[in-house]
């Protein structure tokens, strides 16, 4: 089983949907969780990171389910400007950060 | 203006030439990290450093050395490239390594094509 996976994708979604995606990992003890976005081949810009209480930021909600392994993003009100690919990471401790493979988010008008 | 730099950011070279990477950051960062991008793989991590003069080996690290000699500064470096290394490269840095609970912040990327 990988450390971290997210489902590929592509979500295609139309503007003003609301969309989310699952990122599940494997290490019960991870420590701390982080949603990037990757715009085609770029580098990855932190796009928030996730609390154990869940939290939100404008359009953005991330939450954290421990019990479950995973943690999840939702976006709401979806803009043309937010097809990317999103990715998740979790440091399972040992100083890395682990990283899912992405999932490509295609929202069109 | 806080950033990471890489350079070059495209290189195309042949088999066995050493070469190497450059990474700077700015911000005073703790740890550093360099990391490979491949199709269907994900960003995998090829060594990582929690302050000067100590690196660690991540998940990727074969054909490949890093050094931190200077806080500011981590080098990757290919000895011997082979095309199997041909790849997106990024570094990445964030405050402190200990328990990673703060952000990285990532170089613009490099692109290694190894012919």
């Known amino acids: 089983r990988k450390e971290v996976e997210q489902d590929p994708g592509p979500f295609n979604v139309p503007e003003g949907a609301t969309v989310a995606f699952n990122c599940t990992y494997s290490n019960s003890a991870s420590q701390s969780f982080f949603w990037y976005r990757q715009d085609c081949r770029k580098e990855p810009k932190l796009l928030m990171s996730?609390?154990?209480s869940g939290n939100e930021d404008g359009r953005f909600t991330a939450q954290l389910n421990r019990a479950s392994q995973y943690i999840s993003l939702l976006i709401r009100d979806s803009k043309l400007s937010d097809s990317a690919t999103y990715l998740c990471?979790?440091?399972?401790?040992?100083?890395?950060?682990?990283f899912g493979t992405g999932t490509r988010l295609l929202v069109s008008p | 203006e806080a950033q990471v730099t890489q350079n070059p950011r495209y290189l195309i070279t042949v088999t066995g030439k050493k070469l190497t990477v450059t990474c700077s950051q700015n911000?005073?960062?703790?740890?550093m990290s360099w990391y490979r991008q491949d199709p269907g793989l994900g960003l995998r991590q090829i060594y990582y450093?929690?302050?000067?003069?100590?690196?660690d080996k991540g998940d990727v690290p074969e054909g490949y050395k890093v050094s931190r000699k200077e806080k500011r500064n981590f080098p990757l470096i290919l000895e011997s490239p082979s095309p199997n290394q041909t790849s997106l490269y990024f570094c990445a840095s964030s405050p402190t390594g200990r328990g990673l609970d703060q952000p990285q912040h990532f170089g613009d990327g490099t692109r290694l094509s190894i012919l």
């Open positions: 996730v609390y154990s």
């Open positions: 450093s929690m302050n000067v003069e100590v690196t």
């Open positions: 990471a979790v440091n399972p401790g040992f100083q890395k950060l682990v």
């Open positions: 911000m005073n960062h703790e740890y």
